[in-house]
């Protein structure tokens, strides 16, 4: 009876193994490596999220369209999986493969030993290498212009800054904002908070309000999905705040004053053009205020007083020039 | 620490434990009724999830908070009616069943929300519940705004919890309910319909956690993401036991929860050199010693996660 | 005829599972992606592609051991919810074995990598075992509670005093190259750790099938008394298959570490203690099916994301679709083959047919 029972639970589930034969029946296996150039990018987060992420996305996507190349993206990829994500890509013949965040700098640096014909492009990367680029934004100094434009609209005198996780682009970030608000308000102070999660909205919105309790009146948010949840906190709190990576005065009228455009369209576009010409290579490509397609202020909200309007965009203007590094 | 001593920032640490554990009493409280009959309830996280889809879904289509509520029952109750008919009808391992369903209901709503609401899920503000404010209540120092400015799910809450445990403690109903937990067969003989209270139980605990799925769409959030449960089905599973399968004790447990959960944000907050993963941590070692230190006194339904099958032996 | 209605129970998992993806094409069908390709894809890359076969032997290690640490003790009545705490706790042990213990040959310090992997994971089982043989506590509770308790513990160590510096997540710094599993597939992550997990199958089924172990496990799961009047020590019984299920759950982490990502990572399981569950299940709690039950499984998951890169079609409905495969399996295993009953159906159903030839 035993023996019996074995057998037909064997036969079960061979049976369940041979539904896969039988669904791929006249299937061409192993796909055609073609020559013809295309790129995919990897993303920590949802595609979906008006943020880092969807930035990426977009990005990429503007590019396939405006130079005619076919793309591909896998959308939250959590930590353990990068590594197969961006190996699967390589194997299938993607030329240029994105690891979308800092994040990614172990996974590539693995990945990219093995796959020595793809070229990897780490955002916001540390290690550039052989056929592994980096591109790396100013972060200092679009935190310090956030931060100082947000000390000359605070009453209060006290800033707030949030970040998910302590990554080097992040930190520096910060760092700018604690510096720029404290040139705009020398008595003034700028906490920071930090979520430990990129997507969490309730939880984004718990350090906005906890920030705003300790007084802070203006708040910039830098995760994911979670800067949804901060702006909301801000919004309903009746202070001010800023965008991140788009001009997100549109989506929040009476909230957002400023936004850091870090343009990933710009960026992503003019990064990927260069690849598209095979002249793609293993350094860092910086990007600044001198490069605007990528990286520049949004627009500001009406509410902001045209002779701080101007301040800032001096300080910008020196920035560029270079008569003033952060 | 020093937050403690500051009146208005106490105030916000205490709201900051009220809101995060709401959706953990609704769950872990349906989680009681579910237990107490009989069944284990390990879907109240997909309860949560599908509750929260619900309320955005009813919310977004119907542009009413109320809408929300609605589809939300209605959508954690279907779930709680897929794991009753596995788990109580056919008599399949009830800790399988409810497993399948946390999954199912994870891709369902990601997919479904993405089908429905696209690219803008997560920028639509939906309509929601607001504060309002009990007058003279509210005006009490740190207590009346933590507890009397509140919107209408907070005070449904306050209102269940007691209700739950008078049904279950003080009416012929919840008689039957704890009945049909302990020893079924007697129930049996005595004339109880032990199937059909089963389900009545199942369907109404996953209502009640799909009521906290509601409160963080429709009063914390106003959107819906992915996952948004985020392990809060489980945490309600240890508070229920925390909690001694009783609803007053699960609400103790489950703000103990909510109290940990908002020390751990202030310490990843404002000093991230402290461990937060302790405080993470520390309720369920309260929870594991808890049963260690009650054990002999406090057991659960003896009947938990055993078919009922009617005149077998 | 009665045969053939057998025939048609046996296979009823297949049904089920045909089911399942039938509704799940359903799903498909609301996108653009056709569900003809999108099945295609996920079934061809899982099971027929090098790389794809690859990835899923990578998902097949943790996932087969974690199902072979849920079968022993189900096997003498005990739930243990607890593989994935077990899992964390079992690499928590292993990367520390490797990290920090001095030098010595290659051979003496993997066996004492993987022995504190197993012993980490054994020890994460035995706690619950204790409370239920000597306290009476109901292990499906305390094994969930410790799953939280494993899973912070390691983010803790790995963000906090293992963490490697500068670290952009919470990681601890790479082990030696010495200490790495083999690769079983050149050119993949696929390492020996899913042939240890076969290895082990076969050993638990032996055990179970031909020695007093499996028996008296056996017996407790199915009459308590009857196991006592046999003279097994139960309280032992239980201790010892809750620390063996421990163990082998802890070899899953300590694989995991030592054969694919060479580092601690925080949160590094997807929840693969909870797909230990489900396999059992589905291997209906015998041992040599769970490697079977474990590669369909590992096989759907791989296939996911595959499909998801291969056509766009969003991953999250294949979550949808795992979903429904393992209720529809569960459902039908409630269904089983009752002899009598068909036997009476079909002889009334030939009855009829005579009286209605008769009349004609």
Known sequence: ?326 | MDFIFDLSQLTDFLATTLRLSIPIIFAAVGGVISEKAGVFNISLEGCILGGAFGAAVGAFYTGSPFGGLIVAMLCAGGAGLILAVLGVSLGINQIVAGIAINILMLGLTSFLARFLFGGEATTMTLVGFHPIAIPGLALIPVLGPVLFNQDLLVYMMYLMVPAAWWILFRTPWGLNIRAIGQYPRAADTAGINVQATRYYAVVASCMLAGLGGAYIVLSQVFVFTEHMSAGKGFIALSALILGRWNPVGALLAALLFGLFDALQLRLQFNSPDVPYQIFSMAPYLASILALVLLSGKVRPPAAIGVKFVRGAK | MLKFVETLYLFRSLWAVLAALLVGALLISMTEVSAWTAYRELFSGAFFDYYGVASTLVKMSPILLAGLAVVIPLRAGLFNIGAEGQIYIGALTASMAALYLPEMPAFIHISIVVVAGAMGGGLWGFIPGYLKAYHGINEVIVTILMNYVGINLVSFFAGGPMMQEGAPYPYSPEIAEHLWLPWIMDGTDAHAGVLVGIFLAFVVWVAMRYTTIGFALDTVGKNLTAARYAGINVKRQILVSMFVAGAIAGLAGTFEVIGLKYRLYHMFSPGYGYDGIVVAFLAGLNPVLVPLSALFLSGLKAGAHIMQRATGLESTVIDAIQGLVIIFVAASLAFRFDRTYWRRVLDSRKALHQTLEQKT
């Open chain 1, 1 to 326: 009876m035993k023996r019996r029972a074995f057998l037909k639970k064997l036969s079960i589930l061979t049976g369940c193994a041979v539904i896969g034969i039988s669904a791929i029946a006249g299937a061409v296996v192993g796909a055609a490596h073609a020559e013809e150039f295309k790129v995919a990018i990897v993303l920590p987060g949802v595609v979906t999220d008006k943020s880092f992420n969807q930035a990426g996305y977009e990005g990429v996507k503007k590019a396939s369209e405006d130079l005619g190349f076919p793309m591909a993206h896998s959308e939250k990829v959590p930590q353990p999986d990068q590594p197969e994500a961006l190996s699967d890509y390589a194997r299938r013949g993607y030329n240029v493969v994105i690891g979308h965040g800092g994040e990614f700098q172990e996974s590539v640096n693995r990945v990219a030993r093995r796959h020595k014909d793809t070229m990897f492009i780490v955002v916001n990367g540390t290690e550039p290498k052989d056929n592994v680029a980096t591109m790396v934004f100013d972060m200092k100094s679009m935190g310090y212009v956030i931060g100082y434009t947000g000390g000359k609209l605070s009453k209060s005198g006290i800033g707030g800054f949030v970040g998910a996780q302590k990554i080097k682009a992040y930190v520096e970030l910060g760092e700018g904002f604690d510096a720029g608000f404290k040139a705009a308000r020398p008595d003034g102070t700028a906490k920071s908070a930090w979520t430990n999660d990129w997507d969490d909205i309730a939880k984004g919105k718990e350090a906005a309000l906890n920030l705003i309790s300790q007084g802070a009146d203006v708040i910039f948010p830098t995760m994911d999905n979670g800067v949804i949840g901060s702006l909301q906190a801000v919004k309903e709190k009746g202070q001010k705040g800023f965008g991140i990576y788009y001009d997100a005065v549109v989506d929040w009228p009476d909230t957002v004053v400023q936004s850091a455009v870090l343009d990933m369209r710009g960026a992503l576009g003019t990064i990927l053009e260069t690849a598209k010409n095979g002249k793609l290579e293993g350094k860092a490509y910086k990007y600044g205020f001198e490069t605007p397609r990528a990286f520049r202020l949004g627009s500001f909200h009406d509410s902001v007083p045209a002779e701080v309007q101007a301040d800032v965009e001096s300080v910008v203007a020196k920035i560029k020039s270079g008569e003033m590094t952060p």
